[in-house]
């Protein structure tokens, strides 16, 4: 009786906790080996692999599958001499939790006295037929196999499915719980098998874990759906606006401790060009400031001013970087008036002769 409310809040997790959700990363792979299930749905990635009718739904074993969210399973069931039947959720359908609870003096054979069974998409309760049978005397086991056995905690299917396990659950030692899909383990990560075959704790459960909404980025935009927290391996996509250049990821993604693996980039803006009477060195070539377009170079770019020798006839490159929509001329460029460059343009520093490499000060 007293496991009821651990194997309610377990299922519930390893039922409800990965419905409908779109991200691979909190529905299991559809398990096609040990499958209890005759035939899963068509698998999907999104709804649009679905068509009208039908989402992409995660399926327990199945995994994303393309499910008609409104169908039901067979209620209310036929009545068993043995077991009582009880519907957890409002309705029968997809989705639905089922509990199976053995009466008294009866038992499943896994030992415990309830099951849950969830609402597949192939409108079949998931797992066998609960068969609930009388309770065996405690007598003495005949074989060592069957002796083995006997001396084992029981590990219900819930669980086994749920975590991974080191440890064989003999009466008498511990075991240590992992969660298959990286989520947290809230509750006791290790457990005591008692001589009397029944666990010292309740088994821990597996947290699922979220992203927040990443910050948002100034002059950019997310090509994803935007939503109030995110599952563990979704991507979220990143676009600068016209003119603006991405500085950091394209795409960050929601790692499993529930960070994301990135800060999000910034979208950077050009810079003008701070001379109009001098040529530059943009990209290697020397260009009147006129001549590029718009008179902008983007984030990051370079550009080699032209500054003249303090006491001889001849220039020097001094260069700056556009940061983010700025770019400062360096202390030593001068911009030539307007009647220099009209009247003695071939004597603009910027086209005078380069210094020897000794003439520097
Ligand atoms: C099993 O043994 C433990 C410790 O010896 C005890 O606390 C617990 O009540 C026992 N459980 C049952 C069902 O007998
Ligand atoms: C999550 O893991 C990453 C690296 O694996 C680490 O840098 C980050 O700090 C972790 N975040 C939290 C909240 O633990
Ligand atoms: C600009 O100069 C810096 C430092 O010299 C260099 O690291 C960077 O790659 C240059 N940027 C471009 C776009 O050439």
């Not at 609870?101 to 079949?124: E, N, V």
């Not at 001396?151 to 008498?172: H, R």
């Amino acid at each position: 009786m007293d496991r009821a409310p651990l194997l309610l809040l377990l299922s519930l997790w390893a039922l409800t906790g990965t419905v409908s959700q779109q991200a691979s990363g909190s529905c299991p792979e559809r398990l096609l080996g040990d499958e209890r299930r005759r035939t899963c749905p068509r698998p999907c990635k999104d709804d649009q692999d679905c068509g009208s009718k039908r989402q992409c739904l995660c399926d327990g074993q199945c995994g994303l599958s393309c499910v008609a969210p409104g169908r039901t399973c067979p209620w209310p069931l036929p009545q068993s001499e043995t077991s009582d039947a009880r519907l957890l959720s409002p309705t029968h359908s997809f989705s639905a939790l089922l509990e199976v609870r053995c009466k008294p003096g009866f038992m499943l054979p896994s030992g415990l006295d309830a099951t849950i069974r969830r609402c597949q998409g192939d409108r079949q309760w998931s797992g066998d037929e609960p068969i609930c049978t009388e309770s065996p005397p405690a007598e003495p086991a005949t074989t060592a196999a069957a002796a083995t056995a006997a001396q084992a905690c029981p590990l219900p299917p819930e669980v086994t499915d749920t975590f991974s396990i080191e440890g064989d659950a003999a009466a008498g030692t511990s075991i240590r719980y992992s969660c298959l899909s990286g989520a947290d383990i809230v509750g006791s990560s290790e457990n005591f098998c008692q001589e009397n075959r029944t666990w010292q704790y309740p088994h821990p459960i597996c947290k699922k874990v979220y992203c927040q909404p990443p910050s948002e980025v100034e002059q950019g935009y997310v090509v994803a759906v935007q939503k109030t927290e995110y599952e563990v391996g979704f991507d979220i996509h990143y676009l600068c606006k016209k003119n603006f250049l991405l500085d950091g990821p394209q795409k960050i993604t929601c790692m499993s401790n529930g960070s994301w693996s990135a800060a999000p980039p910034h979208c950077r803006a050009r810079c003008l060009i701070p001379a109009e009477r001098s040529r530059v060195v943009i990209g290697g070539a020397k260009r009147w400031p006129f001549d590029v377009t718009d008179a902008m170079v983007p984030h990051g770019e370079n550009v080699t001013f032209f500054c003249k020798h303090p006491w001889k006839h001849c220039s020097f490159g001094a260069a700056q970087s556009c940061f983010d929509g700025k770019l400062q001329p360096p202390a030593c460029y001068l911009e030539p008036t307007w009647l220099q460059y009209k009247l003695f343009p071939h004597r603009l520093v910027s086209e005078i002769d380069a210094c020897e490499s000794g003439d520097e000060e």
